[in-house]
């Protein structure tokens, strides 16, 4: 990643910054505490991964803004990017990404925020923990790779070097193995529970068959109650027979009762309709008269009800035009309201734009003073045109010079730590012979004690093989003791026989036999005692020497770093052999190097060229200062032109609302004078003053038609009393002729009704005898049914054991499938379970780490060399043997960081402050390094973020010349301090200031 430019608006302290990368190659940022150096770089991440120092999301917003803005542009492999990420205080984030393409900047903006980001981290292919880790030594955390514990140093190692890509395919296996053994588990419990089933086929078999034979059984039986049964239906269907004829006489008997009493009710009825019509009868000349006055009140409502139709229509074609003329009364209201309100705005908008017109003398005053200050700016700006190629010639010959003289310094500072460095090594070629020696003794005391570990290895051996035999022979008495028991329970039993000749024994010889077995059986015994108290003594001896060989196995584990150890030794010690010629070499030319840099006899060409410019620059006499005092007096001043597009506007509105408000109050006046003539003299209101006169003349009254209908509804149950006594007195003789027709047919009803009941006394006698013969029959039907009830039982029991023969049968052939494909999913478990550790972090990573950690150590100690003196020296351990007392041999898997000086091997934590830092920042470089050279992630941008600080005078020129020294490698270097002395050492800066309007920065080369 290659940063291009980056752009801040309301970012923490900064309110609005542009910072161009074009062109920085080696810079430092500068500024003093808190003006917000850290926070460009904290902007960077911010935009790429969303991550920064606040502890809420809100916290980047500069106060009292709404929302941060960040814009940062880069480029991967020669290919451009840009970010924008957008925080909105308590709303939510936007990030967009865009890729630069010949027509602009493209969107590769994903569906969310999460997808998105991960498109960027897969762009970088480097994430915020790695980034931090490696290319950025942020402030305050310089050390965090150093502070993570050996597991995690190793992790974040594996995700610079692009590792992490095993872990998915390790983990895919890792599940495949998991599902292989799934079902495998479950294939076994398939087959276990399938062997247990088919265990039980012979038994099933043998069911099978004697169920057959008793089905056998109960259908011969079963056949033989079904003839009874068939001879003892046929005789109770006979006595069915009657007794079907005595319940078909029940019925008629029924039915003929039923007839004879709707006869005697059809006669009552007759009966009281006679009675009926003559009390009417005896009515007649009432209800004559009744029926005069009903026939007078219908003429007199008909005439009634004539009126009334009139006087629907007149009233419905009132309420019409009653109507009609609201309608038009409210229309005229609406519109008259609608004028009123246009009226009343045009006032209020009037109003507003004369106080806008009335501050036209203080608008023209600021466009003057507008235009003085453009002008000024402009004649700034063409001085600032001839000024700009000036101060880049001479940035660059500044440059050019700086850099010729950095290239000697830095090469006269390489030999002379070179030649300190050998004159050390000089110095220590005793120290190390003596040091050989020591580490020689100690070889020699542990091999002989690597012997003697081999001695305890053979005796514990011995001590073994011994408790296997002593073992062997326990299990041989325990087996002879077994024996003599069972023989002495046959002894106990009666009529017991001997045991060697099979003969009766007498009482003498059983006394015999069972002595000698007992004692045969207590020496036995004995020996089982004595057995497992040497047993008890062998496995104390062998815990002693497991515990002597273990510690000594400690002792002898260090033999191997010893070896290592002696062999550095002696290498050091072989590689000053041929110092002294090296010494004077360096010597040499580090006196040329001096006398060059004293007499300053390098660069006078481009020193006169300089000169030369900065005399120009003089006569120009161009401030930077002139040109921002302007450019603020331009902005101070620019609402000037909008308010004056804002006043002619205003005017040429202000012109319209007087023209458009004499037709609105006239249209006003004209719509109040339509309502007036509307209420009195519209065609609604004239026909409304008709209506009335037509309902007034017609004199219809609603209460004398209500009291006629209700006369008319009181005579109205008379009339028909009338109506039925003129019906009555024509069916008189009809009733006469119906009575006597059913008062025959009832006679012979009941003739025939006795003739039924003499009919049921006879066939009773014959019913009472057929209720015993259908309990015989009910009980053998009984039996019947329950003799079919367990032959269906067991034929249901025999289809269910033939079923289940069948499907053991298939069970079996599956059972054999099933074992071959178990032996194919254990084959598949095995596979996958070596891929999942081979991808592991303990397989291929591991190898690449130690592949690439001898490289890493040796950049860290060169770039420690520089910023020391080669005073201190670093060293990574990858593995380390387990303590004491452990039963695992294997090594630990760890990446342990020894740093060794002068006085040894120490813990970091022991180190200064500065060379704390020395050790940090030498890793840090290291790490970018590797990274840089390694195709997995394109880091070309380093940030150095403070620390400086605690570094002396020499210790800040041993990073400077560092800085310069890696400097080709990168694209682009920064580093934040605030150490005067140190800011002077880099051609460009970027110096950060704090004021009322937040940071600002500036870029000085």
């Known amino acids: 990643m290659i940063p291009q430019q980056l752009i801040l608006r309301n970012f923490l302290s900064y309110r609005q910054a542009m910072l161009p990368f074009r062109g920085l190659h080696l810079a430092c940022i500068c500024g003093a505490n808190g003006a917000g150096k850290s926070s460009l770089l904290e902007a960077i991440a911010w935009a790429l991964w969303g991550q920064s120092r606040a502890s809420r999301e809100d916290d980047v917003i500069y106060y009292g803004e709404v929302e941060a803005y960040v814009d940062f542009e880069f480029t991967v492999q020669g290919q451009g990017y840009r970010v924008v990420r957008v925080r909105r205080r308590q709303q939510g984030t936007v990030l967009e990404l865009q890729v630069q393409t010949a027509a602009g900047y493209s969107s590769l903006t994903q569906r969310s925020l999460r997808a998105t980001q991960e498109k960027i981290i897969q762009i970088l292919r480097l994430d915020y923990p790695t980034f931090?880790?490696?290319?950025?030594?942020?402030?305050?955390?310089?050390?965090?790779?150093?502070?993570?514990?050996?597991?995690?140093?190793?992790q974040l190692l594996a995700a610079l070097l692009g590792l992490e890509q095993y872990e998915p395919l390790a983990e895919a296996a890792r599940d495949r193995a998991r599902e292989y053994k799934a079902q495998i588990t479950l294939l076994e419990q398939r087959l276990s529970a399938e062997a247990t089933q088919l265990a039980a086929q012979a038994h099933l078999q043998v069911q099978h068959q004697h169920l057959t034979a008793r089905i056998a059984q109960q259908r011969q039986h079963l056949h033989q109650q079904q003839r009874v049964l068939q001879e003892q239906q046929a005789a109770y269907h006979a006595q069915q027979l009657r007794q079907q004829e005595y319940h078909n006489l029940v019925q008629q008997q029924h039915t003929l009762a039923t007839t004879i009493e709707h006869l005697e009710q059809q006669c009552n009825a007759l009966i009281q309709q006679r009675q009926a019509i003559a009390n009417l009868l005896e009515r007649a000349a009432e209800l004559e008269v009744a029926a005069c006055q009903w026939q007078n009140l219908t003429a007199q409502e008909s005439a009634l009800q004539q009126r009334f139709s009139d006087y629907q229509r007149l009233r419905h074609e009132r309420d019409r035009q009653q109507a009609i003329l609201e309608a038009q009364r409210q229309d005229l209201l609406q519109r008259l309201h609608k004028v009123d309100t246009q009226i009343h705005l045009i006032q209020e908008q009037s109003q507003h734009l004369a106080t806008l017109i009335a501050k036209e003398p203080d608008i023209l005053s600021a466009l003057e003073q507008l235009q003085q200050a453009r002008a000024q700016l402009q004649e700034l700006e063409e001085l600032q045109q001839q000024v700009f190629p000036l101060l880049r010639a001479k940035h660059q010959l500044e440059t050019q010079r700086q850099q010729h003289y950095e290239h000697l310094r830095s090469r006269r500072e390489e030999l002379q730590q070179r030649w300190h460095h050998l004159q050390a090594q000089l110095n220590r070629q005793p120290e190390l012979e003596q040091a050989v020696s020591v580490i020689t003794a100690q070889i020699e005391t542990l091999e002989k004690k690597r012997i003697y570990q081999e001695h305890l290895r053979q005796k514990g051996l011995e001590r073994r093989q011994?408790?296997?035999?002593?073992?062997?022979r326990q299990r041989d008495y325990e087996r002879q003791i077994g024996h003599l028991d069972e023989s002495l329970d046959r002894l106990g039993q009666p009529g017991a026989v001997c045991p060697l000749c099979q003969q009766p024994l007498d009482e003498e010889h059983y006394q015999q036999v069972l002595r000698r077995n007992t004692a045969e059986k207590e020496d036995l015994l004995n020996q089982v005692w004595?057995?497992?108290?040497?047993?008890?003594?062998?496995?104390?001896?062998?815990?002693?020497l497991r515990r002597e060989y273990l510690a000594v196995g400690y002792e002898v584990s260090e033999l191997t770093q010893l070896f290592e150890q002696r062999g550095y030794l002696q290498q050091q010690i072989q590689s000053t052999t041929d110092l002294g010629s090296q010494l004077t070499a360096l010597a040499t030319e580090l006196e040329e190097l001096d006398a060059l840099l004293q007499t300053k006899t390098w660069g006078q060409e481009s020193l006169r060229e300089l000169e030369e410019i900065e005399a120009h620059l003089a006569s120009l006499n161009y401030d930077e200062k002139n040109v921002a005092i302007a450019?603020?007096?331009?902005?101070?001043?620019?609402?000037?032109?909008?308010?004056?597009?804002?006043?002619?506007h205003a005017k040429r509105q202000y012109r319209q609302l007087q023209q458009q408000l004499p037709p609105l109050e006239a249209q006003q006046q004209q719509l109040q004078q339509e309502l007036a003539t509307l209420l009195h003299d519209s065609e609604a209101a004239i026909a409304l003053r008709a209506l009335d006169e037509q309902l007034a003349a017609l004199a219809y009254d609603p209460k004398a038609h209500a009291e006629l209908q209700a006369a008319l509804r009181t005579l109205q149950p008379q009339l028909e009393a009338y109506q039925e006594l003129q019906r009555g007195r024509s069916r008189l003789p009809e009733l006469d002729q119906k009575q006597q027709e059913l008062e025959q047919t009832l006679a012979l009803q009941r003739a025939q009704r006795d003739s039924i009941q003499h009919q049921l006394q006879q066939l009773a006698q014959s019913c009472t005898a057929m209720a015993a013969q259908a309990a015989t029959l009910e009980h053998l039907q009984q039996q019947l049914t329950q003799q079919q009830h367990h032959l269906e039982a067991d034929l249901a029991a025999h289809g269910k054991l033939t079923a289940e023969l069948e499907q053991l049968t298939r069970l079996a052939k599956e059972h054999q499938q099933g074992q071959q494909h178990l032996e194919q999913l254990r084959h598949h478990f095995r596979v996958y379970s070596e891929l999942a550790q081979g991808?592991?972090?303990?397989?291929?990573?591991?190898?690449?780490?130690?592949?690439?950690l001898p490289h890493l150590e040796a950049e860290t100690n060169a770039i420690l060399g520089r910023l020391s003196n080669h005073q201190l020296h670093i060293q990574f351990i990858t593995q380390r043997s387990r303590q004491r007392g452990s039963g695992d041999r294997k090594p630990i898997e760890t990446l342990d960081i020894l740093i060794a000086d002068c006085q040894g091997t120490r813990p970091y934590e022991s180190y200064s402050g500065g060379e704390a830092f020395r050790?940090?920042?030498?890793?840090?470089?290291?790490?970018?390094?590797?990274?840089?050279?390694?195709?997995?992630?394109?880091v070309q941008f380093l940030i150095i973020d403070e620390?400086?600080?605690?570094?002396?005078?020499?210790?800040?020129?041993r990073l400077i010349a560092a800085l310069n020294a890696i400097a080709p490698e990168f694209q682009c270097i920064l580093a934040i301090t605030h150490v005067p002395a140190l800011k002077e050492a880099f051609q460009t800066r970027i110096e950060v200031t704090k004021g009322d309007q937040g940071s600002q920065i500036s870029v000085i080369a």
């Open 947 to 957: 620390g400086f600080g605690t570094q002396d005078a020499q210790g800040c020129e």
């Open 132 to 154: 931090v880790n490696s290319a950025y030594l942020r402030q305050g955390r310089a050390d965090e790779f150093m502070a993570k514990r050996p597991s995690e140093r190793k």
């Open 631 to 648: 450019r603020a007096q331009v902005e101070q001043w620019r609402w000037a032109d909008a308010k004056q597009q804002e006043l002619r």
């Open 530 to 544: 004595v057995i497992r108290e040497q047993l008890a003594v062998s496995e104390r001896e062998i815990q002693v």
């Open 839 to 852: 991808m592991g972090k303990n397989g291929i990573p591991a190898m690449l780490i130690e592949t690439v």
């Open 466 to 472: 011994f408790m296997e035999q002593l073992q062997a």
């Open 919 to 938: 050790i940090n920042f030498a890793l840090r470089l290291a790490l970018a390094r590797l990274l840089a050279q390694r195709s997995g992630s394109d």
